[in-house]
């Protein structure tokens, strides 16, 4: 059974750089089939998709974060990660990791993390 | 086309059946997924596919779509359902995800 772990970030500075790793246990990222995704939610609004990655290739990013966020994979502890520069309070959010699934005419995000709440404050 | 649309709330009656709509253009591309949270936790699963329930959820949510709008039916809805409901898929491209607003759904 896959589970994803993300990692605790807690409080960031304004302007300073988000970083959040998102570990995969019972399935190795690298293996294929399935895209991984970050997904933020700020306090009382809706989900919004950060990017996603497909085993080590390029990511794809939200047009409205592309400037300021990074992700990646790490091979060797079967984890992916999130940065995201320069941040501000409305960067405040939960944020989840999430594997998404696809088939022909369609995609899902089938298996998420708890997510980890993350605070821009001085 | 780069948006999902999605009413802010519904309510139902116990036991009723209720129907949440989720309009955009890349759902003539690519069905929806339905996502059920309940406050403080992740996201769930329930729909994905023409209509494919996760392993684990109730055979009273099922979903369809019809053109530009796909829809997730709730038939005798229970108290457990009281939750936010999202829908999601790709954007005509293909290369973004994109998600819904979200609906509260509000079982009375």
């Known amino acids: 059974q896959v589970q994803l772990q993300e990692s605790d970030s807690g409080l960031v500075k304004p302007s300073q750089t988000l970083s959040l790793t998102c570990a995969v246990s019972g399935r190795s990222i690298t293996s294929g089939g399935y895209y991984w995704n970050w997904v933020r939610q700020p306090p009382g609004k809706g989900l919004e998709w950060i990017g996603y990655i497909y085993d080590s290739g390029n990511p794809y990013y939200n047009p409205s974060l592309q400037s300021r966020v990074s992700i990646s994979v790490d091979r060797s502890k079967n984890q992916f990660s999130l940065r995201l520069s320069s941040v501000t309070a409305a960067d405040t959010a939960v944020y989840y990791c999430a594997r998404e699934a696809f088939r022909v005419g369609y995609y899902c995000m089938d298996v998420w993390g708890k997510g980890t709440s993350v605070t821009v404050s001085s | 086309s780069s948006e999902l649309t999605q009413d802010p709330a519904v309510s139902v009656a116990l036991g009723q059946t209720v129907r949440i709509t989720c309009q955009g253009d890349?759902?003539?591309?690519?069905?929806a997924s339905w996502y059920q949270q309940k406050p403080g936790q992740a996201p769930v699963l329930v729909i994905y596919?023409?209509?494919n329930r996760p392993l684990g959820i109730p055979d009273r949510f099922s979903g369809s779509r019809s053109g530009n709008t796909a829809s997730l039916t709730v038939t005798g809805a229970q108290a457990e359902d009281e939750a936010d409901y999202y829908c999601?898929?790709?954007?005509?491209?293909?290369?973004?995800?994109?998600f819904g607003g979200g609906t509260k759904l509000t079982v009375l």
């Open positions: 890349s759902l003539r591309s690519y069905y």
């Open positions: 999601n898929s790709r954007d005509s491209s293909g290369n973004h995800v994109i």
């Open positions: 596919d023409k209509n």
